[in-house]
């Protein structure tokens, strides 16, 4: 069993089927229970694959303003800043909860 | 006092050895006893007891000192508000709260919201035959401090004892009276089309602190829930804007959502609401997705939904923001006239989506 | 949460949106696969962002939906037995049985609990000895690595008093089924994600063959979905019949190895009834027989239940995708969240559930117009 970071939120989950996961990866989990390491560096080129697509009108210099502010999560920062997940890396830091059975 | 518990993350503290009594006026005759038991609830020696050397101490006011079988008080003259609630919290601590702050909160609450000015409450208590003195104690404590800090005072009261396993340790029922602002007209059935809609701040954060507790779904974090007494925050709202509030309410159990939802179809109106707009706690966000919830539909006990005429917006917002309970408040959305008793939120993705009146309990027993 | 919000990101969505319609010159027919999916394009308006002529057909990709009435009925009968834990997943509670449901077994004294993890069954197991605690392992291959751990932790620690409900589902055969039948309409598959992530995606490529159908791979996120479907008209396009990868940050060819190692130890492939289609030869998991002794059907003699399903009830259709769920006579009358005929309509991969509680019961044009409010709204 590891510990797991989901965002802030910490949880016991088996990594029993990820044998190659080291502390500060991140994981698929799915009922308890980690099944896939994440690639990040093919993550990080998908992302950027995605940034690139649509018309090419549209890449202007204020797209990097649009995706920072697109980019984040449909909620308000903490004000008294706990929220930030850096704070609360433990073994295994991996979010991502999978959906679908 | 034992006040070791639901300061943090941890579950419910069991005290294992006696409670520490320092701080009642009389500890002697209750040290003979760390666990409730049948006679205090009998009306006999015991039960007086717990009154004068527990509850009195902790309650103190001239209403509750007679000690008679109902509380003598005046209330100015006007409309009177009264509310009832009962509170079946599991667990009875948890990070940010008990059941006892909630017990006052919670009916503090449902007075504000339907305008009045809280004023005096009765506590009434079911006691499980073992329930450990000082877990009871400990309640107490928090109630009195809630009370202390809403302004309000417990005044009548009552205690029962069921044998063990007829219980879950401790229910409360308040029930509380409060004075009507002068003029007041809020209501579910008064939102208006136009009307621009608020929250006092983030959505979520008590549902999810049960949660981190819950039995079989536990999660370390530093959620906590948002038990507070607004008729303050309220109060100063009010004396902003007046009549310009439409409607107020505090999303309770269903959450935003459900409230929302009430209030569109009291009033038969539509909402629409920004879903990027509604403030979520990032953890609260990820505690959420670990379970498969939806933040909209978790439970709050420290928030208002107000519905207020468009142009007292914006001074309603930044009443909010410049009070402590109030730092995060945001607009979220608006008062439309299509599609009446239904509630719309438009997504991240740009499309719109319906946000259901959610059937039955997400988890029961969060108040 | 990294690598979670950035593929929820509205603009980038909308750009990829925008190059489905230019790549797309022809009506195509999709299937999702998995309810997980179905959730996220319904809720995410995903299908309301693709040109007209692209419509995405919901699978069966609902494991609670799929799992037999009379198999639902026995846990019912399990559950309300003196003695017994029951537990499941949250939204097993409220899925019926003939004529009643685990909530309403709850109701009546049973002793019916919700966990995230079976892990966390066998918890409970070790701490009520005198009771036996049972699971509803219902499930595609996702959560099939979660199930055999438990059963597996259970036999090593020598329990007497854990046992499994099975229900286990394999979607290849599935997507046969689909594609064999007489009356099927779809021209591409999304497969499951995290399915895959489980049992990699070689078992793919032959049936990509036999039908002449793109499969791709695709994950559960908005840009996710946009990139799948993108994938699949590009290549219908084309006339290409491969399959692709587009979850490759998750997902390899071979799969999780050491979970496909304790899946062939603790089960083995079954022939399975699929609620609403039938049954397909091989589309299941069973206990095998070194972990038979923790099969609930067996520990149970359950006989003589009642089964009969809802005559109303359009859910086998639904599942098949040959209806949208707004297209059920009963959708939002006779059938709702509160009140199901099946289980579609409460599951949280079920379809009917997705299109009723994200407010299909709105026309497209009523829904589309639906935020006209906001543009003037104040925002702080």
Redesign the interface.
């Known amino acids: 069993m590891g510990r797991v970071n989901f965002g802030g939120v910490v949880k016991n989950v088996c990594l029993d089927y990820v044998p190659e996961v080291a502390v500060g990866d991140y994981t698929i989990v799915h009922v308890g229970f980690a099944l896939s390491k994440i690639d990040e560096q093919t993550a990080l080129e998908t992302l950027e694959l995605f940034r690139k697509m649509g018309t090419l009108e549209e890449e202007l210099a204020s797209e990097e303003e649009a995706f920072a502010r697109a980019a984040k999560a449909p909620q308000s920062p903490c004000p008294d800043g706990s929220c930030d997940p850096a704070e609360h890396i433990q073994p295994a830091d991996a979010p991502t909860e999978s959906r679908g059975r | 006092m034992a006040e070791q518990v639901g300061a943090d993350n941890s579950k419910v503290v069991e005290t294992s050895s006696a409670p520490d009594f320092a701080g009642w006026s009389c500890p002697l005759p209750l040290a003979d006893y760390p666990t409730i038991v049948m006679g205090h609830g009998g009306g006999g020696k015991l039960g007086n007891e717990l009154v004068e050397h527990l509850f009195l101490p902790a309650f103190r006011n001239p209403a509750l000192e007679n000690l008679g079988d109902a509380a003598i008080f005046e209330l100015s003259s006007g409309r009177i508000a009264m509310s009832t609630d009962s509170f079946v919290v599991q667990p009875i601590f948890f990070p940010g709260g008990s059941i006892g702050a909630l017990a006052v909160n919670g009916t503090v609450n449902d007075l504000a919201v339907s305008g009045a000015d809280p004023k005096y409450l009765s506590a009434s208590f079911i006691l499980e035959e073992g329930f450990p003195l000082a877990q009871l104690a400990a309640v107490v404590r928090a109630m009195a401090d809630a009370a202390a800090t809403a302004g309000v005072r417990i005044v009548t009261g009552d205690t029962k004892v069921v044998e063990r396993g007829h219980g879950d340790g401790c229910y409360i029922n308040t029930a509380g009276v409060g004075v009507l602002r002068p003029g007041i007209n809020v209501g579910p059935h008064r939102a208006q089309v136009g009307d621009v809609i608020l929250v006092s701040g983030t959505i979520g954060d008590h549902g999810m602190a049960i949660m981190s507790v819950r039995e079989g779904l536990e999660f370390e974090s530093q959620i906590r829930s948002d038990c507070a007494a607004l008729n303050g925050l309220i109060a100063e709202v009010l004396d902003a804007v007046g009549n310009d509030v439409h409607a107020m309410r505090d999303p309770t159990r269903g959450g935003l959502a459900s409230t929302l939802n009430e209030i569109a179809t009291s009033s038969n109106v539509g909402i629409e609401i920004d879903e990027t707009s509604l403030p979520v706690r990032t953890e609260v966000q990820s505690a959420c997705e670990l379970l498969g919830l939806d933040p909209v539909y978790v439970a709050n006990e420290g928030k208002v939904v107000f519905f207020v005429a468009s142009e007292a917006a914006d001074r309603v917002l930044a009443t909010l923001r410049a009070h402590p309970l109030g730092a995060d408040a945001a607009c979220i959305g608006q008062v439309t006239g299509q599609h009446p008793k239904i509630l719309v939120a438009h997504t991240a993705m740009g499309a719109n989506r319906v946000i259901a009146t959610q059937i039955g309990e997400q988890l029961p027993r969060i108040c | 949460?990294?690598?979670?919000?950035?593929?929820?990101?509205?603009?980038?969505?909308?750009?990829?949106a925008?190059?489905i319609h230019q790549v797309a010159t022809r009506p195509w027919k999709i299937m999702e696969v998995?309810?997980?999916?179905t959730?996220?394009i319904?809720?995410?308006?995903?299908d309301?962002?693709l040109p007209a002529g692209i419509e995405m057909i919901h699978g069966p990709?609902c494991?609670?939906c799929v799992t037999p009435l009379g198999l639902i009925d026995k846990a019912l009968a399990i559950a309300a037995q003196p003695g017994v834990i029951f537990c499941s997943?949250?939204d097993m509670l409220?899925v019926p049985g003939t004529d009643r449901d685990l909530?309403q077994v709850k109701g009546s004294g049973g002793d019916v609990?919700?966990?995230?993890?079976?892990?966390?069954a066998v918890e409970l197991a070790v701490r009520n000895p005198d009771k036996q605690v049972v699971f509803f392992g219902?499930?595609?291959e996702?959560?099939a690595?979660?199930n055999a751990?438990s059963v597996h932790v259970a036999k090593r620690r020598g329990l007497k008093n854990f046992s499994l409900l099975v229900s286990h589902v394999l979607v290849p055969p599935a997507i046969e089924a689909i594609m064999s039948s007489p009356d099927n309409k779809v021209q591409a598959f999304l497969a499951?994600?995290?399915?895959c992530?489980?049992m990699g995606y070689w078992e793919y490529p032959p049936i990509a063959d036999k039908f002449q159908i793109p499969i791709v791979v695709t994950g559960?996120e908005?840009?996710d979905l946009l990139?799948g479907i993108r994938r699949a008209v590009i290549q219908l396009e084309k006339g290409e019949h491969r399959v692709e990868n587009a979850y490759?940050?998750?997902?390899t060819y071979a799969g999780?190895l050491?979970?496909q190692k304790?899946l062939a130890e603790v089960f083995e492939i079954t022939d399975r009834a699929w609620r609403g289609i039938g049954v397909i030869p091989k589309s299941g998991w069973r206990l095998s027989e070194p972990y038979r002794e923790f099969d609930a059907e067996e520990r149970f003699h359950i006989a003589n239940i009642h089964t009969e399903e809802s005559p109303l009830c359009k859910a086998g259709d639904v599942l098949r995708g040959a209806i949208k769920p707004a297209e059920c006579p009963a959708f939002g009358k006779e059938c709702t969240?509160?009140h199901p005929l099946g289980a579609t309509m409460v599951s949280?991969?079920g379809a009917c559930a997705a299109y009723?509680?994200?407010?299909r019961?709105?026309s497209a044009e009523?829904?589309?117009?639906?935020?006209?409010?906001?543009s003037?709204?104040?925002?702080?």
């Not at chain 3, 609990?113 to 966390?120: F, I, K």
């Not at chain 3, 499951?192 to 399915?195: I, L, S």
């Open positions: 949460m990294k690598y979670l919000t950035e593929f929820r990101n509205g603009e980038i969505a909308q750009r990829m925008r190059e998995c309810g997980g999916q959730h996220s319904i809720r995410n308006g995903i309301q962002m990709g494991p609670v997943f949250g409220r909530f609990r919700v966990v995230y993890s079976p892990l966390d219902v499930g595609f996702t959560t690595p979660a751990m499951a994600g995290h399915v992530s489980v559960f908005p840009l990139d490759e940050r998750i997902v999780n050491p979970a304790l969240p509160r949280s991969e009723f509680n994200y407010g019961f709105l009523d829904l589309a117009n639906a935020g006209s409010a906001l003037g709204a104040a925002n702080g």
